[in-house]
Protein backbone atom coordinates (compact mmCIF):
# COMPACT_ATOMS: atom_id res chain seq x y z
CA UNK A 1 0.00 0.00 0.00
CA UNK A 2 1.06 3.32 -0.84
CA UNK A 3 1.94 5.70 2.04
CA UNK A 4 0.47 9.20 2.18
CA UNK A 5 2.21 10.59 5.18
CA UNK A 6 5.03 8.44 6.97
CA UNK A 7 3.68 7.25 10.55
CA UNK A 8 3.33 9.81 13.51
CA UNK A 9 3.10 9.61 16.95
CA UNK A 10 -0.14 11.41 18.44
CA UNK A 11 0.45 13.87 20.88
CA UNK A 12 -2.39 16.27 22.86
CA UNK A 13 -1.44 18.88 20.09
CA UNK A 14 -3.24 16.43 17.43
CA UNK A 15 -6.71 16.25 19.22
CA UNK A 16 -7.08 20.33 17.55
CA UNK A 17 -5.78 19.82 14.20
CA UNK A 18 -3.53 17.24 12.56
CA UNK A 19 -1.45 19.00 9.77
CA UNK A 20 0.93 16.23 7.11
CA UNK A 21 2.14 16.12 4.05
CA UNK A 22 0.65 14.17 0.98
CA UNK A 23 3.66 12.20 0.04
CA UNK A 24 1.41 10.26 -2.43
CA UNK A 25 -0.13 12.53 -3.97
CA UNK A 26 -3.43 11.10 -4.00
CA UNK A 27 -5.46 13.69 -2.24
CA UNK A 28 -7.04 16.06 -4.43
CA UNK A 29 -9.07 19.22 -3.50
CA UNK A 30 -9.58 21.55 -1.32
CA UNK A 31 -11.95 20.29 0.82
CA UNK A 32 -11.74 16.27 1.13
CA UNK A 33 -14.36 13.58 2.78
CA UNK A 34 -11.53 10.91 4.39
CA UNK A 35 -13.59 8.05 5.33
CA UNK A 36 -10.53 6.21 6.89
CA UNK A 37 -10.75 2.09 8.24
CA UNK A 38 -8.65 0.31 10.05
CA UNK A 39 -10.08 -3.12 9.07
CA UNK A 40 -12.40 -2.84 12.18
CA UNK A 41 -14.29 0.25 12.51
CA UNK A 42 -14.57 3.76 9.59
CA UNK A 43 -14.35 7.16 10.79
CA UNK A 44 -15.17 9.94 8.17
CA UNK A 45 -12.99 13.17 8.64
CA UNK A 46 -12.85 16.51 7.42
CA UNK A 47 -9.96 16.95 5.30
CA UNK A 48 -8.44 20.59 3.72
CA UNK A 49 -5.88 21.12 1.31
CA UNK A 50 -3.32 24.39 3.22
CA UNK A 51 -3.10 27.58 1.82
CA UNK A 52 0.73 26.63 1.58
CA UNK A 53 -0.73 24.82 -1.71
CA UNK A 54 2.71 22.12 -1.29
CA UNK A 55 0.30 18.98 -1.20
CA UNK A 56 -0.40 19.94 2.72
CA UNK A 57 -3.12 18.92 4.40
CA UNK A 58 -4.68 19.08 6.97
CA UNK A 59 -8.07 17.44 9.35
CA UNK A 60 -9.62 20.09 12.02
CA UNK A 61 -13.26 18.59 12.66
CA UNK A 62 -15.04 17.22 15.89
CA UNK A 63 -14.50 13.41 14.24
CA UNK A 64 -10.82 13.79 14.40
CA UNK A 65 -11.09 15.08 18.05
CA UNK A 66 -12.80 12.34 19.03
CA UNK A 67 -10.28 9.97 16.92
CA UNK A 68 -7.52 11.17 18.75
CA UNK A 69 -8.41 11.51 22.05
CA UNK A 70 -8.37 7.97 23.32
CA UNK A 71 -5.24 7.03 20.70
CA UNK A 72 -2.43 9.54 22.37
CA UNK A 73 0.82 8.25 22.33
CA UNK A 74 -0.42 5.83 19.40
CA UNK A 75 1.72 5.79 15.99
CA UNK A 76 -0.18 6.35 13.30
CA UNK A 77 0.30 5.54 9.21
CA UNK A 78 -2.39 6.97 6.63
CA UNK A 79 -2.74 4.96 3.24
CA UNK A 80 -3.51 5.79 -0.48
CA UNK A 81 -7.08 4.40 -1.37
CA UNK A 82 -6.50 1.49 -3.23
CA UNK A 83 -8.14 0.59 -6.56
CA UNK A 84 -11.67 0.21 -6.38
CA UNK A 85 -11.76 1.07 -2.65
CA UNK A 86 -13.74 4.58 -1.72
CA UNK A 87 -12.17 4.41 2.09
CA UNK A 88 -8.33 5.14 2.69
CA UNK A 89 -6.74 2.77 5.46
CA UNK A 90 -5.40 3.57 8.65
CA UNK A 91 -2.65 1.72 11.10
CA UNK A 92 -2.93 2.85 14.25
CA UNK A 93 0.03 0.39 16.93
CA UNK A 94 -1.33 1.90 20.44
CA UNK A 95 1.48 3.03 22.86
CA UNK A 96 3.14 0.04 25.14
Same mark, same amino acid.
Given at each position: ?? /??M???????R???R?K?R????????? $????T????? @????? @? +? +? $??E @???????? $? +???W????????????T??A???N??????? /??? $??
Open positions: ME /VIDEVNLEAHVLWFDHSRTLSGR $RIDLVTDGN @ERWQF @E +C +C $RS @EGDNTYYI $R +CPASDFVRPRIHARLLYKQAENFHRVR /VIP $RD
